[in-house]
C-alpha cells in the first residue's frame, strides 16, 4: 500500500472514533491531538482536490482564487489563532502544522499563505486586548499578514503615529484584513527601537513586485503606507513594555492563554507547506509509475519503470526522507506547545535547534523530490504537469531565511559545544 494513502480513524480513550480519518503519514504531528484539532486536519485534506485544481491560476494569476479563500474560510482555517472567546480553535503548533501540511498537497501558495496568517494571528496576541477585540470581536476569520522587509520609522503625533515606507514580501496581502508592519522610532529617538505597527489593508496601497519562478500564488507583493495614522494601542515596541514591566517588578510577557503558541517558537511554522510539497511530488510521481510509465532505457529491461529495483529503491528512499523531515518538523512542533502549556521560554539552544530542524527538513525534502522527479521522467516538467509547479514552488520556498541553515548552524554549534551562553 502507497504509505502517502493510508488514512488513520483517531479514537478517544475508550477505543471509540471520535474525528474523520487523517493522514496516517502526519502521526508524528497528529497523534496526541484532541478531536476538535484532529477535524480540522481532516478538513484541511478533505480541501486537497479542489485546491489542487485551483493551483495552477494561482500560479498564472499571482495570487490566491477567490474560491480558494472562500473554501479555507468556510472550514474555519482562518479562525487557527483566533481566540475561543471570539468563536476561534486557538491551535497549537502541531495541529496547524500538520493543517497547513495537508492544504500544500493540494496547493503549495495557498499553505504558505495559511501558515503566513497563523503566525501573524499568534503575533497579533502581543497587543493589547482591546486591539485583538478590535480584530476578531466583529469577524473571527480576519487574516492578518505582516512583513519585515522595510522598518519604517513611526512618527508619534496626538493620539497615535503617522508611518510612511514601504515592506516588501507581504505573502498574503492581497486577501489579508490587516497587515503588521515593522517599524522604528522616530529618528534622533535615544535609544532608537523596534516596534511593530497594526493596520488594516483597506489604508495600505500595494505594489505589484512578486515576480518569481516559484510560489507566485502567494502574492507577496509589497505594502506601501503614505502617512497613515495608527493609534497609540496598535503600536508596539516589545523593549519598552519589558522596561515597564521590570519597573513595575513584574516580568513581561505575551498575553493570551496557553494553548496558544508563543511567537518565540514560530519560525519552524513554515516549514509545513515543505513538508505538503514533499507529500505532493511523491503522490504525483507514484500515481504516474503505478499508471504503467514505461522504463525509457537502453535495455528495455523491464518494460514498466515500476518493475525496475533501481527505480524502487528511489521511492522508498524518497519516502524515508519525506518521513525524516516530518518527523524533525514534529520535534520542534511538540516543543512549542510543550513551552505553551507550561508557559516555559524556550531556551536559545532550543531555538536554535528550531531552526536546524526546520533547515534540516526543507533539505530533506528538496532531496526527496529529486529522487522522484529522477525516476518520474522528464514528462514531469512539461507545462501541463503540476510537478514542474510543485518543483517550482519547493525550489523557491525553500530559499526563504528561515531555511538557510548555512546562517544558523555556527550559533547552533557554539551553543552546543558550550561556547555561548544560553
Same mark, same amino acid.
Given at each position: ?44 485534506? #478533505? ?63 495557498? #499553505? ?23 480584530? +476578531? ?29 514601504? +515592506? ?255
Amino acid at each position: 500500500m502507497d504509505p502517502s494513502k493510508v488514512m488513520t480513524t483517531a479514537t478517544n480513550r475508550q477505543g471509540q472514533p471520535d474525528s474523520p480519518p487523517v493522514n496516517d503519514r502526519l502521526e508524528a504531528l497528529t497523534v496526541d491531538l484532541p478531536a476538535e484539532e484532529l477535524a480540522l486536519v481532516s478538513a484541511a485534506a #478533505s480541501l486537497v482536490p479542489a485546491l489542487s485544481a485551483g493551483a495552477e491560476t494561482a500560479d498564472a494569476t499571482g495570487r490566491l482564487a477567490d474560491e480558494d479563500i472562500a473554501a479555507l474560510r468556510k472550514e474555519g482555517l482562518f479562525r487557527l489563532a483566533t481566540p475561543r472567546k471570539y468563536g476561534g480553535h486557538e491551535a497549537g503548533a502541531c495541529a496547524a502544522t500538520a493543517i497547513a501540511a495537508e492544504v500544500a498537497r493540494g496547493c503549495p501558495s495557498a #499553505s504558505w499563505v495559511l501558515t503566513v496568517y497563523y503566525t501573524a494571528g499568534i503575533a497579533l496576541w502581543l497587543f493589547p486586548d482591546q486591539v485583538r477585540h478590535r480584530v +476578531w470581536d466583529e469577524d473571527p476569520d480576519a487574516t492578518v499578514c505582516g512583513s519585515s522587509a522595510g522598518a519604517a520609522p513611526a512618527r508619534e503625533v496626538t493620539g497615535g503615529y503617522l508611518i510612511s515606507g514601504r +515592506w516588501g514580501w507581504a505573502s498574503g496581502i492581497h486577501n489579508a484584513s490587516w497587515a503588521i508592519l515593522s517599524v522604528v522610532s522616530e529618528p534622533g529617538a535615544a535609544p532608537q527601537e523596534s516596534g511593530f505597527a497594526l493596520v488594516p489593508t483597506s489604508e495600505l496601497a500595494v505594489a505589484d513586485t512578486w515576480n518569481m519562478a516559484g510560489m507566485r500564488g502567494t502574492g507577496s507583493d509589497t505594502i506601501i503606507a503614505e502617512d497613515v495614522f495608527v493609534p497609540e494601542e496598535q503600536v508596539i515596541f516589545p523593549s519598552r513594555a519589558a522596561r515597564a514591566a521590570m519597573a513595575a517588578g513584574a516580568v513581561h510577557q505575551v498575553q493570551g492563554p496557553l494553548s496558544v503558541p508563543k511567537p518565540q517558537g514560530l519560525m519552524g511554522a513554515l516549514a509545513a507547506p515543505v513538508l505538503g510539497m514533499g507529500m505532493a511530488i511523491y503522490d504525483h510521481v507514484v500515481a504516474k509509475l503505478s499508471g504503467g510509465r514505461p522504463l525509457a532505457t537502453a535495455t528495455k529491461s523491464p518494460a514498466r519503470a515500476i518493475d525496475s529495483p533501481a527505480v524502487q529503491a528511489n521511492v522508498a528512499e524518497a519516502a524515508m526522507l519525506i518521513d525524516s523531515a516530518i518527523l524533525q518538523a514534529a520535534r520542534t512542533a511538540h516543543a512549542v506547545d510543550r513551552a505553551t502549556r507550561t508557559g516555559a521560554q524556550l531556551s536559545a539552544l532550543a531555538i536554535a535547534r528550531t531552526r536546524m530542524d526546520c533547515g534540516f527538513a526543507a533539505r530533506q525534502i528538496r532531496r526527496a523530490a529529486d529522487k522522484l522527479l529522477d525516476v518520474g521522467g522528464a514528462s514531469r516538467f512539461a507545462d501541463s504537469d503540476p510537478a514542474q509547479r510543485i518543483w517550482r514552488d519547493l525550489g523557491t520556498a525553500t530559499r526563504h531565511p528561515t531555511f538557510i541553515t548555512e546562517l544558523d548552524r555556527e550559533q547552533y554549534a557554539r551553543l552546543l559545544l558550550g561556547l555561548q551562553r544560553q
